[in-house]
């Protein structure tokens, strides 16, 4: 199949545009966060946001075995597998609850104190989880319009929270939990009746039994990749103050709708990366997607690290001045990832996936020493720059996991 640059440049563009625009709502959501709240409260916002991301983030490696696993499939024999993904995600929903409710009881309040922050924002990640299969589903039978004009609705539902705040009149923390606590739950709503509409048949026997093994495997994977993700920002939380955790929230949101441009990636990659063990066409067709798409990513983030300081400082204010040295190197960090994303590709499609589980704690480990190492001497900034050390390890390893296990994989 030829390659058309213009075809794959119109789906990287709708399927990023798409998931920049959700991280954009976000970041917009914390400009007005920032704006309302006090440096400090802020901090806590910010808190709220990174456990509500990374709840919602927990149900992607579902997603993924759903893809790998029904990719070429008819869609009446994949709607079986769609139906019990989705149920597999409800049971997570079920267990943020049985974790919150101790903690709602206790304190009294939804965002009375850090433990009923963290336990409200682990609920509504858990909503948000299901918004992200119908986005699975598209993205199976490669309609990645539809992947980036859906998208949007996660970081919109944190939007519409703090603009119903910003109208009336008393801003506060609490106000923006329980507003995005109702419209997560909304939304949720709506999309699980737009799932079940479509009636499928129960998966039985080992066809249940290979979709479990192969759900485990990714969300083992994935888990750890997604905490990793996340654990700068919950280290920063531990290890400075609020304030501190303000300025790198500002800087982290900042970089957010970047973030997303190797996530797009990776969705438009992992439906062809199979084809990459096949065939030497299929090679080269996955080759010269991902040269594509990380250049496409590296011209943007260059010209987001020109202007860095003065984006921070027209979004969020003079207040949060010293975010815009935190954004520098939360940028090379991306940079970084970006090149990553495709050699994580290949891992999922090839015969052993479970390699991602040991990528996944290389990244997490050498990112956490790395900043538990230089925060203490440098505060926030030092997460950012021991982000950046963590990727460059991590994708040393990764191109050493793909080059080691080529052959012995392209025999699958």
């Known amino acids: 199949m030829r390659f058309g640059i213009k075809q794959r440049l119109q789906e990287m563009a709708w399927v990023t545009g798409g998931l920049a625009t959700s991280r954009i709502l976000t970041l917009l959501a914390s400009v007005v966060g920032a704006r309302i709240l006090e440096v400090e409260e802020f901090g806590r916002f910010t808190l709220f946001v990174t456990v509500a991301l990374l709840m919602a983030d927990m149900g992607r490696p579902i997603d993924n075995a759903y893809v790998r696993e029904t990719s070429g499939k008819h869609n009446v024999d994949a709607e079986s597998y769609y139906h019990y993904s989705v149920r597999l995600k409800l049971a997570l929903v079920a267990v943020a609850l049985l974790a919150w409710i101790p903690v709602w009881a206790y304190s009294g309040s939804v965002y009375a104190s850090i433990p009923g922050i963290i336990g409200a924002a682990m609920v509504v990640g858990s909503f948000w989880m299901i918004t992200y299969s119908l986005l699975s589903d598209f993205q199976r039978r490669q ?133 990459a063990y096949e065939s030497s066409r299929g090679l080269h067709d996955y080759v010269r997607r991902s040269l594509l798409y990380n250049m496409a990513q590296l011209a943007v983030l260059a010209l987001l690290f020109a202007f860095s300081d003065q984006i921070v400082l027209w979004l969020f204010g003079e207040g949060y001045g010293a975010s815009a040295v935190i954004l520098k190197w939360l940028l090379l960090s991306r940079m970084l990832s970006a090149l990553v994303v495709p050699y994580r590709v290949l891992l999922q499609a090839s015969q052993r996936p479970g390699r991602l589980f040991s990528l996944s704690l290389i990244r997490m480990f050498s990112g956490a020493a790395g900043i538990l190492a230089l925060v203490p001497v440098m505060g926030a900034s030092g997460a950012a720059v021991g982000l950046s050390v963590g990727e460059f390890v991590t994708l040393c390893s990764a191109a050493a996991f793909v080059h080691r296990g080529w052959r012995h994989d392209r025999e699958f």
């Open 143 to 275: 309609q990645f319009m539809r992947v980036g004009l859906l998208n949007p609705l996660t970081g919109l539902t944190l939007l519409l929270a703090v603009a119903v705040v910003a109208a009336g009149g008393e801003p506060g923390l609490g106000a923006v939990v329980i507003c995005t606590l109702v419209l997560s739950l909304a939304v949720a709503v709506f999309n699980l009746a737009l799932i079940f509409k479509r009636r499928a048949a129960r998966l039985y026997g080992d066809e249940r039994k290979r979709f479990l093994k192969l759900v485990w495997v990714f969300f083992s994977s994935g888990a750890v990749l997604q905490l990793a993700g996340r654990l700068d920002t919950l280290l920063v939380a531990a290890m400075t103050n609020m304030r501190e955790l303000a300025y790198y929230g500002a800087a982290a949101r900042t970089a957010g709708p970047v973030g997303m441009l190797g996530a797009g990636a990776g969705m438009l990659l992992l439906p062809v990366a199979r084809q």
